[in-house]
């Protein structure tokens, strides 16, 4: 989805069409067919390593249990990312499957997953004398990223192959494109679409959404000159890892992905040889076994590959996070420092910048009647300037202030202006905060945060006649309280996991340029840059493949480094300031913590060489997952391909104490004392070094790092040092035993020396 607006109407129509279908379903039709994952039990005899002996179990089990054709219900068969198989089932199917013995799950698969909709690279610091691009020599040459999304937009001179070498011999994958299309950049595009229908299975991967084609542009598109967006000239696009090879999988269409065609995009990227995978698809938080990005991604550790996974659209209230397992890198969305400056000066002198992507060229910037239809603000109709709440001889050429929602700012500006407005100013609800973007507005307009939309609304009242004028700066570079994290980025802490603490980092995912199919561009661009085309996207779905993208580029350095350590590196280096030193704010301006932005905003420069990392092995995830107090099965199916193993011969890890480069902190009772453990391998440049431990915690806690120096005298060398929390009830102020106005409590761990700093935030659960 490409903005903050889609996003929400999609979702919300999406919500009411599933609700309607599950109704008429349940009243009229038992014998509806409904897909479902099934899971089974690891059997004894039928190997499954072989995907054909897994089909032909798979249907035999099929037909036996529904009586039918299994040729006609059998959608998918798992053989590595899951046991298991998606299929076509009605009520009497799920209930005959329950009593089948080697069933351990049948899962509803017709709830779709949802899409969460250049200046980047430079904002990032990978352009420039002294960038990373020019410094390390890498833009991501042989790695292969695989998109899981909505296809691709074929030809697009983002993914032209000049200077593209050929993909590494260990490439699998196949286009299901002609052969013109695909080449050394686009190496493969494959279309899963198989849970919708087979018809839509058996077409290429052609975007149908615009989704598609910018998240996979932003991870690898290659160099395009000259990029205007209209009439504003915004110089070179790129993506992050302009020289890796793309695989694209076609997971989505325009009502969504469905849960078996994600699944199986997972297996045949990792099976195809991908490196990284980058899904900026999320669903609501829900149980690991069930959660198909969380289980298939297993998979892709157990082979090294790396995945970056967006946190989700639904912020800015708590523990809204998605894709929360440990193993994932999870994304928050984060703001940059451009604006196309559309500016709003009031009669009584003040100025507001707001932004405004139509900037007209022959536009007087004289002072104009300034309008609010709605008053006091009542008439919400009104107030959101909805068709039919105008009065054109209340409106005619005047300035109209117009709410931000329900419609997007575009379908405001034409009624607007099919009103007789002149100009037009969409002001922020408390729900939006600061977030402003660029719109192509039909009529010289700007878009304003809550905070400056209710001084404009104060201004209004304040006197009998109101006018304002609006001033085209165009783009302007260096914003105030940039990064900043984004209102719709998902929160922390998960509801499934909470000692995982997540979201994991924020990257860039407002107002991000990137290439786009024609028919996604508003009316007013569209036929404009026809042949070039690139528009903004805001939400998670854009942060997430820059760090796909970052993640090739480490990955292209260390090679031999686990997606785990990949992750400390990036996570352990980000930087939690904004670009005037201030600590990074989130949407309201005040502080952003750990729930909000996990590590931090991410620093590609220092990725690359992060001194110590927190690297953890497959097997630690399994000890975690029965540690988590999940059954036996779920354990074995979301580990799958690894052998099956029995939670109670398990030594478990406690989740609090998995190697995370994050650390959470469960306090429970008066004088609770907990001692956490890490383990720190030294991938620095020098073998013998030595570290400081430097830690704070924000009150009432004693705290002791155990050893505070760490010696290393190798390469690689890994040293295990503990953390002594103890609740000191002196410090609490409230006196003793007060249980604390707010259950969090934060701060951060470093570990020093005159190159490295290794930070990881804690947070105290009490
Ligand atoms: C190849 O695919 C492209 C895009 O789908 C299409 O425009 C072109 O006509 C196709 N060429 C052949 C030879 O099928
Ligand atoms: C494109 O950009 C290059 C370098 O920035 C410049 O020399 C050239 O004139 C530009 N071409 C057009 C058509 O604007
Ligand atoms: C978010 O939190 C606010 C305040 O706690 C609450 O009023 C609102 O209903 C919540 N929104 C959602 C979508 O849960
Ligand atoms: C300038 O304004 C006139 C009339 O208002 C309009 O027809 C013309 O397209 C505008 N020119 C530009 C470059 O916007
Ligand atoms: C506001 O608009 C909605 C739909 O556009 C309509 O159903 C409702 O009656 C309107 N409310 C008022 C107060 O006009
Ligand atoms: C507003 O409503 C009128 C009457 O239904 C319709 O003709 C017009 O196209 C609508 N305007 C917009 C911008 O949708
Ligand atoms: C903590 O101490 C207070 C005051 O002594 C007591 O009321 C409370 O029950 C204690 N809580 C626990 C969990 O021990």
């Not at 005959?96 to 904002?123: E, S, V």
């Not at 905070?451 to 404009?456: E, L, P, S």
């Not at 990074?584 to 690359?608: R, Y």
């Not at 155990?706 to 290393?712: A, E, G, I, M, R």
Request: hydrophobic letters at 35%; glycine letters at 8%.
């Amino acid at each position: 989805m490409n903005s903050l607006p889609m996003d929400q109407y999609k979702i919300f129509f999406l919500f009411l069409l599933l609700a309607f279908a599950s109704y008429v379903i349940a009243n009229d039709d038992q014998k509806k067919l409904q897909n479902y994952i099934v899971t089974l039990k690891p059997t004894d005899g039928v190997d499954i390593s072989n995907p054909k002996t897994a089909e032909t179990w798979h249907k035999s089990i099929l037909s036996s249990v529904t009586n039918d054709d299994p040729e006609l219900r059998h959608i998918y068969s798992y053989n590595k990312v899951s046991n298991g198989f998606a299929a076509r089932l009605t009520e009497e199917d799920v209930e005959a499957m329950k009593d089948y013995p080697g069933c351990t799950r049948i899962i509803p698969a017709d709830q779709p997953l949802q899409l969460m909709t250049t200046h980047t690279p430079h904002f990032l610091g990978l352009q420039g004398k002294n960038g990373f691009w020019r410094r390390t020599k890498n833009m991501g040459e042989g790695i292969i990223i695989g998109v899981l999304d909505s296809g691709i937009s074929p030809g697009h001179p983002s993914f032209a192959d000049k200077d593209m070498p050929s993909p590494p011999a260990k490439w699998k994958g196949h286009c299901d494109f002609n052969s013109t299309v695909c080449n050394n950049k686009l190496i493969g595009a494959k279309t899963m679409l198989k849970a919708g229908s087979d018809e839509k299975h058996h077409k290429p991967p052609i975007d149908t959404t615009g989704h598609g084609t910018h998240t996979a542009s932003t991870a690898a598109g290659t160099f395009v000159n000259n990029i205007t967006v209209l009439g504003n000239a915004m110089g070179k696009a790129s993506g992050i890892a302009p020289r890796a090879h793309l695989a694209v999988y076609k997971v989505c269409d325009e009502l969504g992905c469905q849960t078996p065609d994600v699944l199986k995009g997972f297996e045949e990227a990792v099976n195809d040889g991908c490196d990284v995978i980058s899904i900026s698809i999320a669903g609501p938080s829900v149980p690991l076994y069930s959660d198909v990005i969380s289980v298939a991604s297993f998979y892709a550790i157990l082979n090294g590959v790396f995945v970056s996974a967006g946190a989700g659209n639904s912020g800015p209230n708590a523990s809204t996070v998605a894709n929360s397992a440990p193993w994932l890198l999870t994304v928050g969305a984060s703001t940059m420092d451009r604006q196309i400056r559309s500016t709003v000066e009031l009669g009584n002198g003040l100025k507001i910048n707001g932004e405004s992507l139509y900037q007209p060229m022959n536009w007087t910037s004289k002072m104009l009647p300034l309008v609010y239809v709605a008053g006091d603000g009542t008439n919400a109709n009104a107030s959101q300037c909805l068709n039919g709440t105008l009065d054109k001889k209340l409106v005619h050429g005047k300035i109209v202030v117009c709410d931000y929602g329900l419609i997007t700012p575009n379908l405001k500006g034409a009624i607007v202006r099919e009103a007789g407005g002149a100009g037009m100013i969409i002001a922020n609800t408390e729900k939006e905060w600061y977030f402003t973007q660029a719109d192509a507005h039909l009529l010289p307009a700007s878009h304003v945060s809550s905070a400056d939309g209710i001084k404009i609304k104060d201004y209004i009242r304040s006197t009998k006649q109101p006018i304002a004028a609006l001033l085209f700066k165009g783009l302007v570079h260096h914003n105030k309280f940039s990064p900043s994290i984004t209102v719709m980025s998902s929160r922390g802490p998960s509801l499934n996991t909470p000692l995982t603490l997540k979201p994991d980092i924020v990257g860039p995912g407002v107002s991000v340029l990137a290439a786009v199919p024609p028919y996604a561009t508003p009316p007013r661009i569209l036929g404009q840059e026809k042949y070039k085309s690139f528009y903004f996207m805001s939400g998670t779905s854009m942060a997430t493949p820059h760090l796909g993208g970052i993640a090739a580029l480490v990955k292209k350095s260390h090679p031999d480094w686990s997606p785990s350590a990949i992750k400390s590196a990036i996570m352990t280096t980000a930087h939690v300031t904004d670009t005037d030193g201030n600590p990074i704010v989130d949407h309201t301006q005040s502080p952003a913590n750990v729930f909000d932005m996990g590590a931090g905003h991410v620093d590609p420069n220092k990725a690359l060489d992060p001194g110590l990392v927190y690297d953890i092995d497959y097997k630690d995830y399994i000890s975690y997952l029965c540690g988590l107090g999940l059954e036996d099965a779920d354990v074995n199916n979301i580990i799958t391909p690894a052998p099956p193993v029995e939670c109670a011969k398990v030594k478990v890890i406690p989740e609090e104490q998995l190697n995370y480069p994050l650390i959470a902190v469960p306090i429970e009772g008066n004088t609770s004392t907990m001692a956490i453990y890490r383990t720190v391998t030294n991938v620095g440049k020098a073998a013998k070094v030595t570290y400081k431990a430097a830690i704070t915690v924000s009150r009432g806690m004693s705290i002791e790092v155990v050893p505070s120096t760490l010696k290393f005298t190798s390469l690689n060398e890994k040293k295990t040092f503990k953390i002594n929390f103890k609740r000191e009830d002196g410090d609490r102020g409230a006196g003793l035993g007060a249980v604390p106005t707010n259950p969090f409590s934060f701060g951060e761990l470093k570990w020093i020396t005159d190159s490295y700093s290794v930070r990881s935030p804690i947070v105290l659960f009490y």
